[in-house]
């Protein structure tokens, strides 16, 4: 008889947004004339940039033709995009990246899940709490977290780093040593973020003890502060120890086209073992290359129309969480984030616990967040909005919460 993957029974519960997704479809079923304004999931509701339209139809054109058809994408991505991205996302800054330590994928969220495969099962963790579930749910299924406490709803291998109003959400270096160590800054869910000097100090903690970090930028389109580094690779030393996650479903609102990637300096080694090649090998194993046409819309946003409409884009959508955040604290909310990213964290009011919350805010204003409880146990009690709905939706939103 075949035997399962044990460690996936250990996963409690449903996965958050599929939870979110069930609930506000039970109530849409019993309530059809309710309009409900959705700012829980964070998924763009601008249309593609024409720029990137217009690179999409020159690639499919492309396609129809013999001499211009393409096949199977290289492994690592086409060259036009990596050195699109080396130029752009790094070069740009001062970071030397090169184009074979680019890896295009389908997006951020697969890379995130799947990078954990290269690090040993006995590899210890440490995440933000609150945290995006995908980093621990991945190494649950992969038995690197040992037994979940319902009770805490922690797991007893992972080292929790709490981010609360006390520490201004800034995650503080671990008691206990990590190996591989998870960033995503600007934050999601809390849209707060950390300095350049505060990041270096992280880049130097993991070169001191010999700990990888991960480090997911997927929001770094939305920085606004001078002093925020908008990639890890702008510290010293970085290249030895981090590994940088980047996606195009927020900066270019590629939620429904699919495509990102992952950043791994040759420098980063175990041992004599270089991860650069190790996830090669992984990475043109399981995965057989993103679309032509996708890469070809991806190397749009990188040209002069692409970063003009993609700025107004990045505009529109800070101009809600604007909107929000001096909503909700004209409502009396305690707010934190919406600055540097296109997430708000609120207090849930009267110590409301975070699922609570939602189902009062859906059945009192038909509005739809996320619960910070899903985030992780130092999430309880807090409460996520996004700020890619539409204007006019978040303006609603917005008068609705008031009249509560």
């Given at each position: 008889?075949?035997?399962?993957?044990?460690?996936?029974?250990?996963?409690?519960?449903?996965?958050?947004?599929s939870?979110?997704a069930?609930?506000?479809?039970?109530?849409?079923?019993?309530?059809?004339?309710?309009?409900?304004?959705?700012?829980g999931?964070?998924?763009?509701?601008?249309?593609?940039?024409?720029?990137?339209?217009?690179?999409?139809?020159?690639?499919?054109?492309?396609?129809?033709?013999?001499?211009t058809?393409?096949?199977?994408?290289?492994d690592?991505?086409?060259?036009?995009?990596?050195?699109?991205?080396?130029?752009?996302?790094?070069?740009?800054?001062?970071?030397?990246?090169?184009?074979?330590?680019?890896?295009?994928?389908?997006?951020?969220?697969s890379d995130?899940?799947?990078?954990?495969?290269?690090?040993?099962?006995?590899?210890k963790?440490?995440?933000?709490?609150?945290?995006y579930p995908?980093?621990?749910?991945?190494?649950?299924?992969?038995?690197?977290?040992?037994?979940?406490?319902?009770?805490t709803?922690?797991?007893?291998?992972?080292?929790?780093?709490?981010?609360?109003?006390?520490?201004?959400f800034?995650?503080?270096?671990?008691?206990?040593?990590?190996?591989?160590?998870?960033?995503?800054?600007?934050?999601?869910?809390?849209?707060?973020?950390?300095?350049k000097?505060?990041l270096?100090?992280?880049?130097?903690?993991?070169?001191?003890?010999g700990?990888?970090i991960?480090?997911?930028?997927?929001?770094?389109?939305?920085?606004?502060?001078?002093?925020?580094?908008?990639?890890?690779?702008?510290?010293?030393?970085?290249?030895?120890?981090?590994?940088?996650?980047?996606?195009?479903?927020?900066?270019?609102?590629?939620?429904?086209?699919?495509?990102?990637?992952?950043?791994?300096?040759?420098?980063?080694?175990?041992?004599?073992?270089?991860?650069?090649?190790m996830?090669?090998?992984?990475?043109?194993?399981?995965?057989?290359?993103?679309?032509?046409?996708?890469?070809?819309?991806?190397?749009?946003?990188?040209?002069?129309?692409?970063k003009?409409?993609?700025?107004?884009?990045?505009?529109?959508?800070m101009?809600?969480?604007?909107?929000?955040?001096?909503?909700?604290?004209?409502?009396?909310?305690?707010?934190?984030?919406?600055?540097?990213a296109?997430?708000?964290?609120l207090?849930?009011?009267?110590?409301?616990?975070?699922?609570?919350?939602?189902?009062?805010?859906?059945?009192?204003?038909?509005v739809?967040?996320?619960?910070?409880?899903?985030?992780?146990?130092?999430?309880?009690?807090?409460?996520?909005?996004?700020?890619?709905?539409?204007?006019?939706?978040?303006?609603?939103?917005?008068?609705?919460?008031?009249?509560?």
């Amino acid at each position: 008889m075949f035997k399962i993957n044990d460690n996936y029974q250990k996963l409690p519960g449903s996965y958050l947004f599929s939870t979110i997704a069930k609930k506000v479809s039970a109530y849409s079923a019993a309530n059809p004339d309710k309009q409900i304004i959705r700012l829980g999931i964070g998924d763009v509701t601008q249309p593609i940039a024409p720029a990137i339209i217009d690179a999409m139809h020159k690639a499919v054109d492309e396609m129809g033709h013999a001499e211009t058809f393409h096949g199977y994408a290289p492994d690592l991505g086409y060259d036009f995009l990596r050195n699109a991205i080396v130029a752009n996302d790094y070069k740009a800054r001062g970071c030397d990246i090169s184009a074979d330590e680019v890896f295009v994928s389908d997006g951020a969220k697969s890379d995130s899940g799947n990078i954990q495969e290269i690090f040993a099962q006995d590899n210890k963790i440490a995440v933000c709490d609150p945290v995006y579930p995908v980093y621990v749910d991945s190494n649950v299924m992969a038995g690197r977290t040992g037994t979940y406490d319902a009770d805490t709803q922690m797991w007893s291998d992972v080292i929790y780093m709490p981010c609360t109003s006390d520490n201004n959400f800034v995650p503080e270096l671990p008691k206990e040593t990590p190996d591989v160590i998870y960033l995503c800054l600007p934050n999601n869910p809390t849209g707060t973020t950390i300095t350049k000097s505060q990041l270096q100090e992280w880049v130097d903690y993991a070169n001191k003890v010999g700990a990888v970090i991960i480090y997911d930028a997927a929001y770094e389109a939305y920085i606004s502060e001078d002093d925020v580094a908008h990639s890890i690779y702008e510290c010293e030393g970085a290249k030895t120890c981090a590994i940088e996650l980047r996606s195009f479903s927020k900066n270019a609102g590629f939620t429904g086209v699919r495509l990102g990637f992952t950043v791994v300096p040759k420098e980063l080694k175990c041992g004599d073992v270089s991860l650069n090649a190790m996830w090669a090998r992984r990475h043109g194993t399981k995965f057989n290359g993103a679309p032509y046409i996708v890469q070809r819309a991806g190397e749009a946003v990188y040209s002069d129309a692409g970063k003009a409409q993609l700025k107004e884009q990045v505009g529109y959508y800070m101009k809600n969480a604007k909107a929000i955040k001096e909503g909700l604290t004209k409502a009396g909310y305690t707010v934190f984030g919406g600055v540097n990213a296109p997430y708000i964290w609120l207090k849930t009011p009267d110590q409301m616990s975070s699922w609570d919350f939602f189902d009062y805010l859906l059945e009192n204003a038909n509005v739809v967040g996320t619960p910070g409880s899903g985030f992780g146990p130092s999430g309880e009690g807090y409460f996520r909005l996004t700020a890619f709905g539409t204007y006019e939706n978040t303006l609603a939103a917005m008068e609705r919460i008031q009249t509560l």
